[in-house]
């Protein structure tokens, strides 16, 4: 556990009201949360030009399901459930 | 009251995890009278708001050959609130585990009592009904497997309060005046639940009248107070820049919780053995 903790040092702010403690703001010194990345101007630690070639790896395996599935190659593996059979409002 | 059990010669010593309610202090007694041994009690403190003033000595009185009493509040909360904090750990989405992590805490207790006591048994009130029983005896199991365990719930004929205030009478043990609390109540620094009393229709609202430490939402302050924790590696350490111990820092923090109606939680829960139970925190 105590590994995990390492970097938990901050600052919380709590708004305390009727029943609820709303989380308002929070701040660390190791936090990886950095405004001037956020934003949307800064090119230097994120490019977005790198984004399309994160997606096509992300969906890479999505990509290739379709593409069998237009080839018909998982045909027959799965039968539709004949939804009729079942009463509708 | 005949026992159901057989009585077990070898049990000489038995340390016993002592609340001082009816329950424990008919047990001391009865576990005198069913196994003749000695009774030790052990009470702990972990924040629980009540007279310990006068315990030592209704434990004497009921029967008792010595009496621990232990301030273990701050390693119920450095050792076992903020770890389980840490891990984010919270059952069923809801019960924050304000039982769960005491009992085990008493039950090492216990188990390091009965080493330095020689003892050979280890004993608690828990009916046979929840999961107490359980957190008690796994601790037990977990840390010294060769001490006896005696749950005299699970044995005797005592089957109301009628009947445990008849065999306290009957055997010495004083009994308060105090009104019956128609809720059972669990408290220690990290909580207080309820359960029983109206709260077995779990389609009844709880009854303002049964919170102790929190405001309702609807007669809290119309003005939000702001508070500012600081933590150093996962463990809180000042609220609005003033350095606290963790017992102050608690206390601090549920004054101010429970003045805004922070806290509650209502849960219809699983118990590990078996049965749902409809518990308010």
């Known amino acids: 556990m105590r590994v995990t903790q390492q970097n938990m040092t901050g600052q919380v702010r709590l708004k305390l009201y009727k029943g609820n403690a709303i989380l308002v703001g929070r701040r660390s010194p190791f936090s990886l949360y950095r405004e001037d990345f956020a934003t949307f101007g800064e090119d230097d630690v994120y490019n977005q030009a790198d984004a399309e070639g994160f997606i096509k790896l992300f969906g890479l395996p999505l990509k290739v399901r379709a593409m069998l599935d237009l080839e018909g190659a998982r045909r027959g593996l799965h039968e539709e459930p004949d939804y009729s059979k079942f009463k509708r409002d | 009251m005949p026992a159901k059990h057989k009585a077990?010669?070898?049990?000489?010593?038995?340390?016993?995890?002592?609340?001082?309610?009816?329950?424990?202090?008919?047990?001391?007694?009865?576990?005198?009278?069913?196994?003749?041994?000695?009774?030790i009690c052990v009470t702990a403190n972990l924040g629980q708001e009540e007279e310990l003033e006068g315990l030592e000595e209704k434990a004497l009185i009921s029967g008792a050959s010595k009496v621990y009493i232990e301030d273990l509040r701050e390693e119920f909360i450095t050792d076992y609130i903020y770890p389980t904090l840490m891990a984010g750990a919270i059952y069923e989405r809801k019960y924050l585990l304000g039982t769960s992590f005491a009992r085990p805490l008493i039950a090492r207790r216990q188990v390091e009592i009965a080493e330095i006591e020689g003892a050979d048994a280890v004993a608690h009130g828990c009916t046979g009904k929840g999961n107490d029983q359980v957190r008690f005896e796994l601790t037990y199991q977990a840390l010294n497997p060769r001490l006896k365990v005696i749950a005299p719930w699970r044995e005797w004929d005592i089957r109301s309060r009628e009947d445990a205030l008849d065999y306290a009478v009957e055997h010495n043990v004083p009994v308060s005046a105090t009104e019956k609390s128609i809720y059972s109540r669990d408290r220690n620094i990290w909580h207080l639940s309820h359960e029983g009393g109206i709260l077995e229709d779990p389609w009844q609202e709880p009854e303002e009248a049964m919170y102790q430490i929190t405001t309702s939402p609807e007669n809290a302050p119309d003005t939000p107070d702001y508070v500012t924790i600081d933590f150093q590696q996962g463990v809180p350490k000042r609220i609005n820049g003033v350095a606290m111990g963790p017992i102050s820092l608690l206390e601090t923090l549920n004054e101010l919780g429970g003045r805004h109606g922070i806290g509650r939680v209502d849960i219809v829960e699983n118990r590990l053995v078996g049965m749902k139970s409809h518990g308010v925190y």
């Open chain 2, 8 to 39: 077990d010669p070898e049990v000489k010593k038995v340390v016993l995890a002592y609340s001082g309610g009816l329950d424990t202090s008919v047990i001391v007694p009865w576990l005198k009278n069913n196994y003749g041994c000695q009774v």
